[in-house]
């Protein structure tokens, strides 16, 4: 039996022959035609204890590992104080000028659920929108296309700590109620940007809901997609539609999962994130091993029947930068990950561009090429992540400084790294 959100999607779709092009999806970016080259704005407006360790360690507090605990665990004011602190120094304009200089034409800007509904005691601290809308203003001002990213979901979708609140179990799943706000506040982020595709070309109702978990998470996010579909595609309670283009997650389950997704639907993306150091395995791969994985990837990426677009990519190979894994929590590469076995010294393979020998370099750039060619077979890629204060391996912004990454991201020196 069809859910009444497929029946409303079937109505709103069938009325559309009968309508003026007018109410057409009409994206504001050539999606499947033109690259998505972009960047994503990590640890901006949700934290990171990784991307900015000093905000956590400066609180002198090691029970704060997380937004929620940020607010939480500390004076009110005094973590208040911070946050506006950050927000207002972590990404200016001259980050979206030096990232369009640089190329691109996407960023991408997780949000967090707390930053439009905070209920029920929770600790987080508000006041993040401001800066959100600062930066679609400078977005627009340096020709860059926005996708707006729900980063974190009541009861956490993923039990990361960039989702907000690091926990064991993901909750967002178990409970209605979470659900419910979640559906609320992508109605919400839809009525905002409706009428602001022209920068904001693309919305992301959930970042990484933890499909491993099993059937019941998936269940719930594919209902979630469909219900995001008809909130952000349809949101003037007619059967007119938005341009924005929305991105959903595979939730870590192979593209082929979802061959069945998305048919019959215009104006839906998968986002696929690709990383190679959150296992043992992954981290004892050989410099080439490496860039023989990724390139493994293009026929996935080229077949698949949606929009397909790397939302979340590094040059990084090890879990070597600092809480990475979590605050407190060590790196399998180097052995300090409970139960892992050492590989090698973490020393060479973080902290400043400025210590990387050239060896590294050089593998940084071959890896970031032969990825960059790989996602390109789909529709596109966005770096995870613009900057960091002392993990130079992730950052964009070092790339360009230190030289693996072209200022222009078609100049390539290895084209035919994946053969």
């Excluded at 605990?69 to 972590?90: K, V």
């Amino acid at each position: 039996m069809a859910s009444p959100t497929m029946r409303a999607l079937a109505t709103a779709l069938c009325g559309l022959t009968l309508l003026s092009p007018v109410y057409a999806f009409n994206p504001t970016f050539s999606y499947g035609n033109q690259k998505v080259r972009g960047v994503n704005l990590g640890g901006w407006l949700v934290l990171e204890p990784w991307i900015t360790p000093s905000l956590f360690e400066n609180t002198g507090n090691d029970a704060i590992v997380d937004e929620w605990t940020f607010g939480q665990y500390q004076d009110r004011e005094t973590a208040s104080a911070a946050l506006t602190r950050h927000w207002n120094t972590w990404i200016t304009e001259s980050d979206f000028a030096d990232i369009a200089a640089a190329g691109l034409n996407h960023v991408r800007i997780p949000i967090g659920y707390w930053a439009f509904d905070v209920s029920g005691g929770e600790p987080f601290i508000q006041g993040q929108l401001p800066y959100l809308e600062k930066g679609l203003g400078w977005a627009a001002a340096h020709g860059l296309k926005v996708i707006v990213d729900l980063h974190g979901a009541p009861g956490s979708q993923n039990g990361f700590d960039n989702s907000g609140q690091k926990k064991d179990y993901p909750e967002w799943h178990t409970q209605q109620s979470y659900i419910d706000r979640t559906n609320n506040i992508m109605k919400t982020i839809a009525s905002m940007y409706r009428d602001r595709a022209d920068v904001v070309s693309t919305i992301a109702p959930l970042n990484e809901p933890a499909g491993y978990r099993g059937s019941d998470v998936l269940s719930v996010t594919k209902q979630y997609w469909l219900d995001s579909y008809g909130n952000v595609r349809y949101p003037y309670g007619s059967s007119r539609q938005s341009n924005n283009l929305v991105l959903v997650h595979d939730a870590f389950q192979p593209l082929s999962y979802w061959n069945d997704f998305g048919n019959g639907l215009d104006g839906v993306a998968m986002d696929t994130h690709i990383y190679q150091m959150f296992s043992d395995e992954e981290n004892a791969r050989s410099n080439d091993e490496h860039i023989s994985v990724a390139c493994d990837k293009a026929s996935s990426l080229s077949s698949f029947h949606l929009w397909t677009i790397v939302g979340e990519w590094t040059p990084a190979a090890t879990d070597c930068a600092k809480y990475l894994n979590g605050r407190g929590v060590g790196s399998r590469y180097d052995g300090s990950y409970p139960g892992s076995s050492r590989i090698g010294s973490c020393s060479t393979r973080t902290g400043s561009g400025a210590t990387f020998s050239s060896t590294y370099k050089t593998f940084l750039q071959q890896y970031w090429e032969a990825q960059v060619i790989t996602y390109e077979k789909g529709d596109g890629w966005i770096q995870w992540t613009w900057k960091a204060e002392n993990a130079d391996e992730w950052t964009y912004q070092a790339g360009l400084n230190y030289g693996w990454i072209p200022q222009d991201p078609t100049n390539l020196q290895y084209p035919n790294i994946c053969g």
